[in-house]
């Protein structure tokens, strides 16, 4: 299937020439890069008939492309912005996620066709696969409070409902004029929103553009009364709509939104959604007869209609890649907006840091409490600190302490062999690994009971990647895996033993040789199989434990062995709270905890160990793959340095497209052990 307008490339033929007069088609990389991806050869000079003129959508400059194609018999291609586009306007200088690239019309302009009107209109859309694509985007991008524009917080405060939602636009937006409307039409849609609903509370809900003083709106604080207040902040649409009895819009794309979110707006210009059913138009466009479905709108709309763009990849891709790129985009700028002061940050971790967390604001570095506090209070700045490193803050009053730590998915290479992180988790709560204080990972365990059908199948599919790929959390090469002998395997991970996770989350057993003599008291007859920790075996970690003591209980020990291959050979896991505990899980095999690891105590491990009273939730696999893997750790991609899906890093992963670390990395890194010193996570 396409993923872009319909007959919209080049196809399998030469790219198509497209003579511009818009310097913005040469000068917006972005815009051009797409285009040129979907088959079109932006040229100069004067088109033949065969030849395309390329215009952007209805702007003050597409009449110099008009007359040309005119003048030439020339076909005119109309760009637009898709309806997902970036997190601030494009007036801000934010390049698109994708394009509406038409060969008839603009799909704002009522006067004629445009090919998503044709779409819409004439289209089986009946594809029972395209439709539950469209309802699973749209759960996502509901989810993650995406629009077209995005620099809002979804936990903003709201007006008070119940009432009634009135959407401003910018004065000359094009989709004004071209949809039947002008600056009269805003005026007559109060009138008839505070006509028909007397007594009821009006909202205003400015335009992002007014907001950041591009262009006026037609309403503005001075139409406030005591029954209409005017809306600039930037607060979600998506949880806007949720206190709206009603909404009435002339042509924005709200308009648009507000369908997927349970309205049938009252509609007083003529935009792309009316006419089908779902809008009350006051201006009905009489060609539009046919009735659509909301999964069969946003699937023409959505779906086959616009040219997606994936910026991580570089390549035309479909919407639910560039809901990935948007998504990891929007939220690393939603959390970092207000900017970071990182304590105690080593220098080898201020590069990765700044990747992940600086692309909105600068990270600023300080080396004392005191002087950090101080920066984060002044400059209204959260606190960033290595979570093994935050206990010894204190009380920091008024200012938020997110605590930082390595991803589950992290590298090729080992953490304390200063290879960069491929994710890192951000915890405004807690920290995962400490089973004593609630995390914001639980927090997402626990609403993940309430998850789609489409992002638990989005969980599954990742589930099957990683046990396909032998993913895991190091990814190293491995040594070749001997032969295993008969009978009931159990796997048990050595830890370091100084390891946060053990200090926090473990009891009376809280070591290895404690571990494998449990074991095997409990399992007399099995064959037990000792993997040493990787970072012990590299020699950058404390806590070697004798392959000597270790036969002691185990009839086996593995060094340098791949997990990925261990756990698919293997009946069971035992473990204090090794990561691969919960790897184990990903891969169907039974795992029993003696401590309390962040996976334990939710009904997905037989559980040995004093886990919280609070985790009383009981999330499906998938639910919990979900929140662990997608929800709660960041992810960059190591090419294009972009914030990124975790699917896009296992295909990094699986395709080696990682770049190798620094020869010096392992020198350094003992070094650095030797100098620092004091107690790491691994």
């Known amino acids: 299937m396409s993923y872009g307008p319909m007959d919209n490339a080049a196809g399998g033929e030469s790219p198509r020439r497209l003579f511009v007069f818009n310097g913005g088609f040469l000068t917006q990389g972005r815009v051009r890069r797409i285009l040129e991806l979907s088959g079109w050869n932006i040229s100069l000079g004067k088109p033949g008939a065969k030849d395309w003129v390329g215009v952007w959508g209805k702007s003050p400059t597409s009449p110099r492309g008009e007359a040309v194609a005119s003048a030439t018999d020339a076909h005119i291609l109309r760009v637009e912005d898709s309806f997902l586009r970036s997190v601030h306007p494009g007036r801000d200088g934010e390049a698109p996620i994708g394009l509406n690239i038409d060969k008839t019309g603009v799909h704002f302009d009522s006067s004629a066709p445009s090919d998503l009107e044709t779409l819409l209109a004439t289209a089986a859309l009946d594809d029972a696969a395209v439709l539950n694509r469209g309802r699973d985007a749209l759960a996502r991008i509901r989810r993650a409070h995406l629009s077209k524009y995005n620099a809002f917080d979804p936990e903003h405060e709201l007006p008070k409902a119940p009432y009634v939602l009135v959407i401003d636009q910018s004065r000359g937006d094009a989709s004004i004029e071209h949809g039947g409307a002008n600056a009269a039409t805003f005026a007559e849609m109060l009138v008839f929103a505070l006509t028909e609903h007397p007594g009821n509370r009006i909202v205003i809900k400015g335009h992002p553009e007014t907001a950041a003083g591009h262009r006026d709106g037609h309403f503005s604080v001075n139409d406030e009364t005591d029954r209409v207040t005017y809306l600039a902040d930037p607060v979600s649409p998506w949880a806007l709509m949720e206190g709206a009895t009603a909404v009435y819009t002339v042509s924005s794309?709200?308009?648009?939104?507000?369908?997927?979110?349970?309205?049938?707006?009252?509609?007083?210009?003529?935009?792309?959604?009316?006419?089908?059913?779902?809008?009350?138009?006051?201006?009905?466009?009489?060609?539009?007869?046919?009735?659509?479905?909301?999964?069969?709108?946003?699937?023409?709309?959505?779906?086959?209609?616009?040219?997606?763009?994936?910026?991580?990849?570089?390549?035309?891709?479909?919407?639910?890649?560039?809901?990935?790129?948007?998504?990891?985009?929007?939220?690393?700028?939603?959390?970092?907006?207000?900017?970071?002061?990182?304590?105690?940050?080593?220098?080898?971790?201020?590069p990765h840091l700044n990747r992940f967390f600086g692309q909105s604001q600068r990270v600023r570095y300080v080396s004392s409490p005191e002087k950090a506090l101080l920066s984060a209070r002044t400059g209204g700045r959260n606190l960033l600190v290595w979570a093994s490193h935050a206990d010894g803050l204190g009380d920091t009053g008024d200012v938020p302490v997110i605590r930082v730590e390595d991803g589950f998915i992290r590298s090729r290479g080992l953490g304390a062999g200063l290879v960069a992180p491929l994710s890192l988790v951000a915890d405004d709560l807690g920290i995962y690994y400490d089973p004593n204080r609630e995390s914001r990972l639980e927090r997402l365990i626990t609403a993940s009971v309430n998850l789609d059908t489409g992002a638990l199948l989005r969980a599954e599919k990742l589930m099957r990647q990683i046990s396909r790929a032998g993913i895991s959390k190091y990814n190293l090469d491995p040594a070749p895996l001997p032969d295993l002998p008969d009978g009931k395997k159990i796997l048990v991970p050595g830890q370091v033993e100084d390891d946060a996770s053990i200090l926090k989350g473990c009891g009376d057993i809280s070591c290895n040789i404690d571990l494998l003599a449990r074991t095997r008291a409990d399992n007399p007859a099995a064959v037990i199989i000792y993997k040493p920790h990787p970072d012990v075996e590299a020699g950058l970690r404390e806590g070697k434990l004798t392959e000597q003591d270790a036969l002691k209980y185990a009839d086996l020990v593995v060094n340098n062995a791949d997990p990925a291959a261990l756990l698919a050979q293997v009946n069971e896991v035992w473990t204090m709270t090794s990561l691969l505990g919960f790897e184990a899980l990903i891969r169907g095999v039974p795992v029993t905890c003696v401590g309390a690891p962040f996976y334990a105590g939710w009904g997905l491990t037989r559980d040995l160990g004093d886990v919280p009273k609070r985790r009383v939730a009981r999330p499906e696999l998938a639910a919990f793959v979900h929140a662990c893997l997608i929800d709660y750790p960041r992810y960059v991609d190591p090419i294009s340095g972009r914030p990124c899906s975790v699917e896009l890093v296992l295909e990094r992963l699986t395709n080696g497209g990682i770049p190798p670390a620094g020869r010096w990395n392992r020198v350094l890194a003992k070094l650095q052990g030797i100098v620092g010193g004091g107690r790491r996570r691994g």
Not at 306 to 324: F, G, K, M, V
Request: net charge positive; charged share 30%.
């Open 253 to 350: 794309q709200l308009g648009f939104e507000a369908i997927f979110a349970g309205h049938k707006p009252r509609v007083f210009g003529q935009p792309f959604y009316s006419g089908w059913g779902l809008t009350l138009d006051e201006n009905p466009v009489a060609r539009r007869e046919r009735k659509l479905t909301r999964a069969q709108l946003f699937a023409g709309s959505m779906i086959l209609y616009p040219t997606w763009y994936d910026p991580t990849r570089d390549q035309i891709c479909p919407l639910e890649d560039a809901i990935s790129a948007l998504e990891a985009k929007v939220r690393a700028w939603r959390e970092d907006r207000a900017g970071y002061t990182a304590l105690g940050m080593r220098r080898w971790k201020r």
